[in-house]
C-alpha cells in the first residue's frame, strides 16, 4: 500500500534527507498553505465532568511550529508529579522512521489548550519526543481547544494517556517478533533501522523472545 501523505503535514526532524526522498512528490498549492481545518469532533466538557457531546463546533485542527507551543500544560504536569508518574522516559527515536513520522503525526494530533499560551496537553510522549529530536520550526498537527481547561479535565487527560492509551495499544512479544518479519519483507512501507527483533521488542517495550518461545 502506497500512503499519499502531503508534505504540508510531515514533521521536519533535523536530518530531513529521508523525508524529503519520500515525500518530495507531493505538495499543497501555495493558496493553501495558511488554510485552518475544522473538524466535526466531540468537545470536552472543560468545567465538568469529560463529557462527549454531539455538536458542530468542532475543535480546531491547526497546523503550527513546534516552537509555538510552550510546553506541557503546567496543569497537567503537576498531576503527573502528584501521582508519581514524572519524569516519563522518553520513546527512543530509533522506533519511529524518519519517512513515516509526519503520518504518525497526522495519526496521533498533538491535543493543545491555553489561552494565550499554548500547552500540550494530549499526545504528550509524542509531543516530548519531538522536542527532543525535532527542529523548533518543525510544523506539527494539533487539535486545539480554544477554551479554559478545569482541573478536572486535566486529571482525565493525565488518566487517558497513562491507562486508556496504553490498553488500547497492547502489543505481546511473539507479536513483535511477527512484526519484525513482516517488516523485513516490507521495508518500503517502514524504513526502520531496527538491529533485531529483540531491538524492536526493547523499543515497545516488552521482553524479547528467545530461540524455540518465537515459534510458538
Not at 72 to 97: M, Q
Not at 141 to 159: G, M, W
Amino acid at each position: 500500500m502506497n500512503y499519499r501523505f502531503s508534505s504540508r503535514h510531515a514533521l521536519q526532524p533535523r536530518s530531513d534527507s529521508i523525508y524529503s526522498q519520500t515525500h518530495s512528490a507531493s505538495r499543497i498549492p501555495a493558496e493553501n498553505k495558511f488554510s485552518v481545518f475544522i473538524y466535526f469532533f466531540p468537545i470536552l466538557d472543560t468545567y465538568g465532568p469529560l463529557l462527549v457531546k454531539p455538536t458542530n463546533n468542532g475543535v480546531k485542527m491547526l497546523e503550527i511550529t513546534l516552537s509555538e507551543i510552550a510546553g506541557i500544560h503546567p496543569g497537567f504536569a503537576r498531576i503527573e508529579r502528584e501521582l508519581d508518574l514524572a519524569p516519563t522516559n522518553l520513546p527512543d527515536p530509533a522506533l519511529i522512521p524518519d519517512a513515516v513520522l509526519g503520518l504518525v503525526n497526522a495519526a496521533y494530533p498533538l491535543l493543545i489548550s491555553g489561552q494565550p499560551e499554548r500547552y500540550c496537553v494530549g499526545q504528550t510522549s509524542l509531543y516530548r519526543l519531538l522536542v527532543a529530536h525535532a527542529a523548533p520550526k518543525t510544523p506539527v498537527l494539533c487539535h486545539f481547544l480554544p477554551t479554559k481547561i478545569s482541573k478536572n479535565t486535566l486529571h482525565q487527560l493525565v488518566l487517558i494517556e497513562r491507562l486508556v492509551a496504553p490498553g488500547l495499544a497492547q502489543i505481546t512479544p511473539q507479536q513483535v517478533r511477527d512484526l519484525y518479519a513482516h517488516i523485513g519483507t516490507a521495508a518500503e512501507h517502514w524504513p526502520h533501522s531496527y538491529r533485531s527483533h529483540a531491538h524492536l521488542a526493547r523499543l515497545v517495550g516488552v521482553k524479547p523472545l528467545k530461540g524455540a518461545e518465537g515459534t510458538k
